[in-house]
């Protein structure tokens, strides 16, 4: 395990995690407000796992597939895009369905923020769709401010979206960790 909370592990993703991976992307209202088709067949979550960084410290995306500890199994992922000058990244989060309302999204973002802060990053950022509810009281209740909206910014499902823009400084961090 890469990091460990009290009921969670967060870890590399293997090519085994692809059946459990493609079967929660593959929730329409998963998906919904993220950047994939569904379904997400089983070969697509084998390739995506073949792309993800396998060094956490390198610029690109690092995936944590988020595991339950109880239970030893695959409930969600998060992402986080370190940038080149190895300053700053950008976060991203999902959980299968049935592991809702356990706070255990939130657990998981803890950690990689916590991780990332203390290995010296200065800023981390993050953007959702303004009617994705649960998603921004994930990052407001983790101490991400809300930046900016961009209003009707994004074209999907036959309605303009508003972009919200979040983010976290290293010393927002120090005073909004518990
Ligand atoms: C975004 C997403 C991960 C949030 O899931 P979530 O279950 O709301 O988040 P958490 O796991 O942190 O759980 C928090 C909820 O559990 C509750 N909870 C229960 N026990 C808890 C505990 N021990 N600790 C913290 N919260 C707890 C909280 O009150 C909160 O509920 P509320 O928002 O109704 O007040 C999920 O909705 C998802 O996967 N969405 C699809 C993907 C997506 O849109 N990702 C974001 C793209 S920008």
Redesign the pocket.
Known sequence: MLLHTDRLGLRRFTAADAPAFSAYRSDP??A???SWDTPFPLEAATERIRTYNDDQQQPGWFQYAVELAAEGCLI?DVGFRLHENLMQGDL????APG?????????A?RAVLDSRFAGGLHRVS????AP?T??R??LE?VGFQLEGQRPAYTWTDGEWRDLCLYGLLADQWTQSAP
């Open positions: 209202g998963i919904r407000y993220q969600g991203g989060f999902t959980l592991r809702h309302g356990h706070g255990y999204a939130t657990e973002v993050a953007e959702c769709y994705n649960r998603s009281r994930l209740r």
